[in-house]
């Protein structure tokens, strides 16, 4: 079994049967429904204004001198000795006057590009755990060849559109060149986008480069056509680290894409009031958004959130609660009012993949795309309050996802769907089984799930009796039997192959560098 998962690539076609898990094509999802608003104008304001109180009067502690030399040519007050920047409202309003309200990453398959911003909704890959975990092998540190397998099930599954930043950490690789690898994976095993690592400048400036030598096209060229992002995240309360800082610079001077996230949970990083987390959340989410401008104006931002509560028991994070749904959908509120496309999550904090990990998510998932998200982020995968991702939630996740995918579809409403001359063709108290109606739509009717099953039960029992979890191994395991690796030019291959040699050449001698 642990040959057969490890294999994956064209290897894994040998000897493959016909026929391959039934999901939905690859395309751009849109949202047509009205965002949810939960605050009226009067408390959104209320909220604005005790962010803009945060950013003057208490300020952001930032690690970086370079930062502090940004925002004091700015005109922000700056105390060197505390490395506190305070800002007033003008230099928000100001930012907020350049940055993009939508922008396209182009990875190297343009047939796979994705816009965010507007009605448009992307899921990405789970991203930076350390821990993995599958029925088959059970918990286990990340590793290279599973990281190289989650790629490879982002590339089969179509509802996956982007690759997080690492979603899994190999960590029997240096950490200081292990990006290296996972840069190289997501670029061979897959054909999608993906997130930079942004610890410092080095590792994002790795990413923008292996993704031009990709796409074919030089890094000037990728300015104006981005094809990597990243997540800056702040950490909460109220800081702003060095390596996090360069990271985002770099991104912003070549015009790659920033999202700021505050990773802001009630009662542990933020007061314990929804209130209070969101008007901190929003204080630190366009700090980083004033940032980004004042490097480059016009780089493309994305409104972070990832806000939730923990448990007051115990003090662990907690997902996919009510808190968390309602903070998603005000987030999204304040996005659309900085006229910024958002990023929130979909998280649990179940230890297993179980009924807890599939309420949870499909809250949060409610709450973000009831909030207008256009990235939910760690969509697919995700388990343990993040610090496992596992093979067999990434396919629930896909089932959610595609769930969601056709209830937002728009509905068809001509004359043949209302159905009157249906209707009128079968007798009061007969049935439309064989009604042409029916026998016309029978096989795209409705939405035909890939992990669900809706046997009966005595069916159900003879095929096995085999529950959602057990299903889903299954069908992850055939994934990476059907997995096909995407072409790549043998010269674009040599090419990234000679760049990665050369950067790991270069972090051996300096390993700071």
Not at 290 to 297: D, K, S
Request: charged share 20%.
């Amino acid at each position: 079994m642990t040959q057969d998962r490890r294999g994956g690539g064209r290897r894994a076609k040998v000897g493959r049967g016909g026929g391959g898990i039934a999901q939905l094509p690859w395309q751009h999802v849109e949202n047509p429904y009205p965002p949810m608003q939960l605050l009226d104008e009067e408390r959104m304001e209320r909220l604005h204004d005790t962010s803009m109180r945060i950013l003057s009067e208490l300020g952001i502690r930032v690690m970086s001198e370079r930062v502090m030399d940004l925002f004091a040519a700015a005109g922000a007050i700056v105390d060197r000795e505390s490395k506190t920047i305070r800002i007033d409202e003008s230099l928000v309003t100001e930012a907020l006057r350049t940055v993009p309200s939508s922008f396209t990453l182009t990875s190297r398959n343009p047939g796979k590009q994705v816009h965010l911003g507007g009605n448009s909704l992307v899921f990405g890959l789970v991203a930076g755990p350390p821990n993995v975990h599958d029925r088959i092998n059970g918990r286990r540190q990340g590793n290279l060849a599973d990281y190289q397998n989650f790629i490879r099930l982002a590339h089969h599954f179509n509802a996956i559109h982007i690759i997080g930043n690492q979603v899994v950490a190999p960590m029997e690789l240096p950490a200081n060149s292990r990006h290296l690898d996972t840069y190289y994976a997501n670029l061979t095993l897959s054909d999608l986008s993906f997130h930079c690592t942004a610890i410092g400048r080095q590792r994002a400036m790795d990413g923008i480069n292996m993704m031009a030598i990709a796409r074919g096209i030089s890094v000037e060229e990728m300015r104006a056509s981005p094809g990597v992002t990243t997540i800056i995240s702040i950490n909460s309360p109220r800081l702003f680290d060095d390596a996090m800082a360069e990271g985002l610079i770099a991104m912003a001077e070549h015009g790659q894409p920033v999202t700021v996230t505050p990773f802001t949970l009630m009662g542990a990083m933020t007061p314990v009031t929804l209130a209070a987390a969101l008007c901190q959340q929003n204080a630190e989410a366009l700090f980083g958004v004033v940032l980004t401008q004042l490097v480059n104006p016009g780089t493309p931002v994305m409104y972070g959130a990832f806000t939730s509560n923990v448990d007051m028991k115990s003090g662990a994070p907690a997902f996919g609660t009510p808190e968390n749904a309602k903070a998603n959908i005000i987030a999204g509120q304040l996005a659309r009012r900085y006229h910024l496309p958002y990023r929130t999550s979909n998280a649990n904090a179940s230890n297993v993949v179980d009924l807890q990990a599939a309420y949870e998510t499909e809250m949060a998932t409610w709450g973000a795309v009831l909030g207008g998200a256009n990235l939910i982020y760690h969509a697919a995968g995700w388990l343990e309050g993040g610090l496992t991702a596992s093979y067999e939630k990434l396919v629930l996740d896909v089932e959610i996802l595609q769930n969601m995918m056709e209830f937002l579809r728009p509905l068809p409403f001509q004359e043949d769907d209302l159905g009157f001359e249906a209707i009128k063709s079968v007798p009061a108290g007969g049935h439309f089984f064989g009604a042409e109606h029916t026998m016309s739509r029978y096989t795209s009717a409705f939405y035909q799930p890939m992990l669900s099953n809706w046997q009966n039960h005595g069916a159900w029992q003879e095929a096995g009796g085999k529950d959602a979890l057990e299903r889903a191994t299954e069908l992850w395991q055939q994934a990476l039997h059907d997995y096909e690796e995407p072409v790549m030019d043998a010269s674009v291959r040599e090419e990234l192959d000679a760049y990665v040699a050369r950067r790991r050449e270069e972090i051996a001698a300096d390993p700071e560098g």
